[in-house]
């Protein structure tokens, strides 16, 4: 089986963006969340706002996903983008030891301000903090050291530089040419979740470019609701930044 190179996210964190770099490489099957998507609408989906007339897919199941994603690495190297909060109780040794592991994080304080915009009736578990920290943690633990963690704002302002440190740490070579595609591109196309709305931005776009930091958000100034699954996901998140790549 080849590698199967696994980037484990949370939402709102610049994820599919780096997928989408991915993508330009043209040496790997991508792959868009796929447990999200049995998670959230397959035959038995878990999420929590699931309602009646929810979308269901039958035959989808975590259990294909991970058939089909071993098939894949038959054929040829995988890259797979996905969240933790997904398959938390499925992890044991025999799932985890077919990826190469590696985390992308982001600022709770953007991530929750940013799905509150888009899913002002988010549940807590579909943040995704605490299933991150904790794959971290048992993979660290099971490896004897910790698996490379990308933090967003890092990537933003300096791409090439932390993508080629991510390269050298999952073992792949880093494709500079990667970083740039022409505008019109069609992430929606990959995904599966409401046409691509949340994408929209990304097709317009023309790479990954150095950019400034992104300003600081007073999360103080943020609703009730927002200030207080903020101050549940920001440990996690400082747990994985202690961590992150450095360049």
Known sequence: MHKIVALWAV?????????????????????????????YQGEAPL???LAPDSLRSPGLTLDSV????KAL????????????????????????????????????AKTITSMFHKWPDFH???????????LFDRIADQQ??????????????????????WCE??????????????????PSAHSWWDGGAFHANLAQSTG?????????????KGPDRVKQVYETMLPHYERLYAHRLRT
């Open 208 to 220: 990954l470019r150095p950019q400034a930091r992104s300003q600081y958000i007073d999360i103080d």
């Open 144 to 165: 004897g050291a910790p698996p490379p963690v990308i933090d967003s704002d890092d990537l933003l302002e300096n791409p090439a530089g932390v993508i080629a440190a």
């Open 11 to 39: 939402p709102r964190s610049t994820s599919t963006a780096f997928e989408w770099m991915m993508r330009q490489r043209g040496d790997m099957t991508c792959l868009h969340e796929p447990y999200g998507e049995a998670w």
């Open 66 to 69: 991970t058939k089909d994603i």
């Open 47 to 49: 999420w929590p706002r």
């Open 124 to 134: 807590e578990k579909e943040v995704g903090f605490p299933e991150q920290r904790a």
């Open 169 to 186: 740490a999952v073992s792949i070579p880093f494709v500079e040419e990667a970083l740039s595609w022409e505008a019109g591109g069609d």
């Open 73 to 108: 690495a038959e054929q040829g190297p995988v890259f797979t983008k996905d969240f933790p909060h997904y398959i938390d109780h499925m992890w044991d040794d025999g799932l985890l030891s077919i990826f190469t592991h590696s985390f992308l994080i982001r600022d709770p």
